[in-house]
């Protein structure tokens, strides 16, 4: 069945330093892939998406782009902050799934970032 | 903000008590989902609901019901509260079923079950 993987965590970094956190999956046909992140305390938020091979989503700094050779969808960003401690969902959503909109879910990645 | 609240956000409970958790959206959207969160497996969907009195069961079912009355409600049941139902729960909005479609998550509930 459809699947997600991405690196445990947690990731530690300084801040201004470069991020990135993998994610791969395994689906059948063209999904829908979408990056979410989860601050402390909070509900999920979607921080991006791609809905087909080759598209780039990107948002405050945030960037992943779909490679459907390599089934993959990492997660980068050029200079973290303290502010973009949290954790971090790689998710998928087939294009047909009988009748709802599906998303499968990685394990997250915990993000710790310091001064 | 999507317009979803929680309610309880948070909640302890003993063995063997129903629970009733409230999501209520103001957005109007067709298709509200319940979630688990839990170390290691990310979100898991409990059961989902495609419109007024139109639910189906999602991948870790067994222990919940749902109903959903009003457009804007959606109420998870754990009608004999189990430890292994302790988890933090979310709920989830969107407007289609399509898989190009972004959920909306609520601020969700932390439930212990002691």
């Known amino acids: 069945g459809d699947s997600v993987t991405q690196m445990e965590g947690p990731v530690t970094l300084s801040e201004e330093a470069f991020l990135t956190i993998n994610c791969t999956y395994t689906?059948?046909?063209?999904?829908?892939l979408f990056w979410y992140v989860q601050y402390p305390g909070e509900g999920l938020q979607l921080l991006l998406k791609?809905?087909?091979?080759?598209d780039k989503g990107s948002n405050k700094g945030f960037e992943a782009t779909y490679r459907k050779e390599t089934t993959s969808f990492h997660l980068e960003k050029g200079s973290v902050q303290v502010s973009d401690s949290a954790v971090y969902f790689c998710a998928l959503s087939p294009r047909f799934s009988g009748g709802y909109n599906k998303l499968i879910f990685g394990a997250g990645t915990r993000l710790a970032v310091h001064p | 903000d999507a317009g979803i609240t929680q309610s309880p956000r948070h909640k302890v409970t003993e063995t063997g008590t129903p629970v009733t958790l409230r999501c209520h959206q103001t957005?109007?959207?067709?298709?509200m989902y319940w979630y688990r969160q839990d170390p290691g497996h990310g979100l898991r969907l409990i059961h989902y609901s495609y419109g007024v009195k139109d639910t189906d069961k999602g991948e870790v079912s067994d222990g919940y019901s749902v109903s959903r009355s009003k457009t804007e409600d959606f109420l998870l049941t754990l009608e004999s509260a189990t430890s292994s139902q302790t988890s933090v729960y979310f709920c989830?909005?969107?407007?289609?079923?399509?898989?190009?479609?972004?959920?909306?998550f609520g601020p969700g509930t932390r439930l212990t079950v002691l």
């Open positions: 957005e109007n959207h067709r298709y």
């Open positions: 989830a909005i969107s407007e289609s079923s399509g898989g190009a479609d972004t959920q909306y």
């Open positions: 689906a059948t046909g063209y999904p829908s």
């Open positions: 791609a809905t087909k091979a080759d």
